[in-house]
């Protein structure tokens, strides 16, 4: 008879998806931070001699443009190179609907008896 | 009856080609064949699972392309446009978020979903939260939440597809002489015969075109939806996402050309104040001799009153009817160019424009722009906040901003509809590839969008008032001038493609929620195969149906709800399926509470707002924050409370879906 543990471990996928949410949680606010903090700073000015990068005024260039390549980079590295590659398993296709049926006839057989 | 001379031309009646019925009849024979293939696939796998799920077997082209066109809704190619072109530069702040949407509503929740899915052999979300927490209640909450939020979506969605075909059609002379029938028979039926319900919010019948188109666009999605299921829906959405990128592809540097160079483009704007709002007297100096028509979109101006003052420059922005015998025609709704260095343009010796053989008699000047027009607002289309015709502390406020950082990105991870997809994924390498994917088209379609329509703000001035005409206008402008106007049938195919593709994702959602989680799961769990299949086909039918029934005459306050319900879901969704995936201590009061919490105080920002500012769409900003990021809060305090004070989950469920399964014998 199998010895069943009471401190299994963790599902590695459980903690690799965690932890991959986190970093991106992560991106999100240092995104957020860059673009807000930057676009504040020198976008909301009068605009009548407003410089220009590239054609583009200069505080979209800094403010959006940029962290948008950058943003663009970092998101490939981290699926290049550290959201993992897991097994996600089987799919326990009507698995759930089984169980449902299961019940009804356990509630029948507990109402007929 | 005469037209005058002046008269815009139908969008893609351009050279007599009938562009748009061609590129039309093509795109819909495509998504037949699509929705047939799709169908001999049903037939070799486990129906249900096929039918909403393509049995979770998505490839890394057709994973990342059906999210991307999904997200990328009616709006990105007709209101995105718009938004550009009346406020400028600031709309490049709006969307920035759109730089990590992908890694966000992708990475955040796919692969955990993915395998919670599987794990209970889920193929809804309401299915997820059910399973993970075993209770009835919950799935049933969570399910009507949703239908209530995408059916109201879903009308719209009809109603925005129609008015893009509509908007194409116009002009083409096949498509004017069907809408003219149907609209008489419309009239007829709505007086004679008592349909009311042909008739519009304004006891008007319903315009024939629009009906026409309506039933067009309307039957076409619900029957390759219906028909082809899930894998229909994405491979139709990856023609789709093609032809979206195509058309940005193409526009861009044709944009870019005759603008003479982005500098140029900017340059012009940092001079630009918006336009203003006036009616006015047209006079042709001579009777006419017969009725006619003064056509939206003609230009007429008033000489200078000075030698060396400039002319005013008038776009009409709504038809006008005239008499044989008079000489005048007056309250015709116009926008007056107000721009310096555009009148100087526009009436110079290389003017693209055509004027009226008319002078301008009476002018009744409108409201200003509330922010914008004053002097010291000059170069609002180049900085933030941008101008706004109602809102004087301009269209984008800095914590308006910072909401749309929630809104795009963290608010999208929340959405229903995009979760479903993200169950759909074969294996976690085709995730990391598709963000990857998706991360690039969305760099290559958001940001040139606002390139090319900062660009049509010069290239076709006095626009406002016909936002929805700006992307098909512009398509077309733009290849005419290349030379290759038949291009613009391919270009205007993208707006029309992006509703399509989000349309037959929410029927899905919309018709499995009432298939899975109401009538197996919770009516007859034991139907057998067969009856849920025709189920399936009858509840997308139904679903499709009433939506389409709804939206021949919308309700008046159609536009408020669409508002509302848009990030409405999100704040609703987010946090309870995040606990659920994340948060082994979370028990179904955790969602539950979660659910309401965010739903409510949604709903009480749009309340207040009703109170304070006189209309439930114009919601009340706490802080100067948006209602979803207050609704995203709220959830999110309710969930980190609640579960504390909440027994524990059942030791089973925990074990389940959060620990390493025993090997299996």
């Known amino acids: 008879m199998p010895v069943m543990n009471d401190q299994p471990d963790y599902d590695p996928v459980f903690l690799h998806c965690r932890r991959e949410a986190i970093v991106i949680v992560g991106v999100w606010v240092a995104a957020m931070i860059w673009t807000l903090s930057s676009c504040a700073a020198t976008g909301y000015a009068d605009g009548q001699d407003v410089p220009t990068i590239f054609g583009m005024p200069s505080w979209v260039c800094w403010g959006i443009a940029l962290p948008w390549l950058v943003a663009d980079v970092v998101a490939i590295a981290l699926c290049l190179f550290y959201i993992r590659d897991d ?27 | ?65 059906t999210f991307a066109a999904t997200s990328a809704s009616g709006g990105s190619f007709t209101g995105f446009p718009a938004k550009i072109y009346t406020h400028g530069w600031v709309l490049a702040l709006w969307i920035a978020s759109y730089m990590v949407v992908p890694v966000c509503t992708m990475g955040l929740l796919g692969k955990r979903i993915n ?39 879903l009308v719209a969605q009809f109603k925005a597809g129609s008015l893009i075909l509509e908007t194409l059609l116009t002009g083409v002379e096949p498509f004017q002489t069907h809408a003219a029938r149907v609209g008489d028979w419309v009239s007829n039926a709505a007086k004679t015969d008592g349909w009311t319900f042909l008739l519009d919010a304004t006891g008007n019948p319903v ?16 029957f390759y939806t219906t028909y082809g299921g899930f894998h229909a829906v994405v ?55 017969e009725d006619g028509v003064l ?88 900085t933030a906040p941008g101008p706004s015709r109602t809102d004087s502390t301009g269209f984008l406020p800095l914590g308006v901003a910072i909401s749309f950082f929630f809104m795009w990105a963290i608010s999208g991870s929340g959405q229903p509809q995009y979760m479903v997809r993200l169950m759909a994924f074969k294996d976690s390498q085709t995730l990391r590839r598709a963000i990857i994917t998706v991360t690039m088209y969305f760099s290559i379609i958001y940001f040139p969008l606002v390139i090319i329509f900062v660009c049509a703000r010069v290239l076709l001035p006095g626009m406002e008032n016909e936002p929805d005409r700006i992307m ?11 030379g290759v106007g038949w291009l613009a049938g391919l270009l205007v195919a993208a707006p029309f493609a992006a509703v399509m593709s989000t349309v037959d994702s929410f029927l899905l959602v919309i018709s499995s929620s009432v298939v899975r989680d109401i009538y197996q799961r919770n009516i007859s769990p034991d139907a057998s195969e067969r009856t849920i299949k025709w189920m399936s086909y009858f509840c997308t039918l139904a679903v499709g149906l009433i939506a389409l029934f709804g939206a021949i005459s919308p309700p008046k306050f159609l536009q408020d709800i669409i508002v509302y319900v848009g990030s409405g879901l999100a704040a609703c969704f987010l946090f309870p399926v995040v606990a659920a995936l994340y948060w082994p201590r979370a028990n179904k009061w955790t969602c539950i509470v979660g659910m309401l919490g965010g739903f409510g105080a949604h709903l009480a920002m749009h309340l207040i707002g009703m109170q304070v500012n006189g209309s439930f769409v114009n919601a009340y900003r706490l802080f100067g924050l948006d209602p979803v990021v207050v609704g995203l809060v709220a959830s999110l305090l309710s969930v980190l409370i609640i579960t504390p004070l909440t027994p524990k989950p059942p030791e089973h469920l925990v074990r389940k879906y959060f620990y390493r399964q025993p090997a299996q014998s």
């Open chain 1, 87 to 113: 097994d996600l398993g089987v799919a326990h296709e009507g698995a759930d609907v089984a169980e449902d049926i299961r019940h009804r006839h356990e509630g029948e057989g507990d109402g007929n008896a």
């Open chain 2, 1 to 65: 009856m005469t037209i005058d001379s002046a008269a815009m031309p139908g969008i893609l009646a351009v050279g007599q080609s009938n562009a748009a019925l061609a590129t039309f009849i093509l795109y819909t024979l495509g998504v037949f064949v699509i929705a047939a293939l799709s169908n001999r696939l049903l037939q070799k796998k486990a129906f249900l699972s096929e039918y909403f799920l393509g049995s979770r077997g998505l490839g890394m082209w057709a994973f990342a392309l």
């Open chain 2, 115 to 153: 395998q919670v899915a599987r794990m209970s052999g889920a193929i809804t979300v309401p299915d997820i939260l059910r399973d993970r927490f075993e209770s009835r209640f919950l799935g049933l909450m969570s399910t009507l939440l949703m239908v209530f939020f995408l059916v109201f979506n």
């Open chain 2, 207 to 222: 315009d024939g075109g629009y009906l026409l188109c309506l039933m067009t666009f309307g039957i076409a999605v619900i």
């Open chain 2, 235 to 289: 491979w139709t959405d990856v023609m789709q996402g093609v032809v979206m990128v195509f058309g940005v592809a193409v526009m861009l540097p044709l944009a870019l050309m005759q603008v003479g160079g982005l500098e140029n483009a900017t340059q012009e704007l940092a001079q630009m104040v918006p336009p203003r709002p006036a009616t006015i007297c047209v006079d042709w100096g001579a009777q006419k001799t």
């Open chain 2, 295 to 382: 056509p939206s979109g003609s230009w007429v101006q008033q000489p200078p009153a000075t030698a060396d003052g400039q002319p005013r420059l008038f776009r009409t922005t709504k038809s006008a009817l005239y008499a044989a015998g008079t000489s005048q025609v007056c309250g015709v709704e116009a926008l007056e160019i107000l721009s310096d260095n555009e009148i100087t343009r526009l009436t110079g010796p290389e003017s693209p424009l055509t004027f009226l053989d008319a002078g301008v008699a009476e002018i009744n000047e409108g409201d200003t722009y509330a922010y914008g027009s004053e002097e010291e607002h000059k170069g609002a289309y180049v």
């Open chain 2, 472 to 482: 098909p206008q512009m398509a077309v402008l733009l290849t005419e001038n290349a």
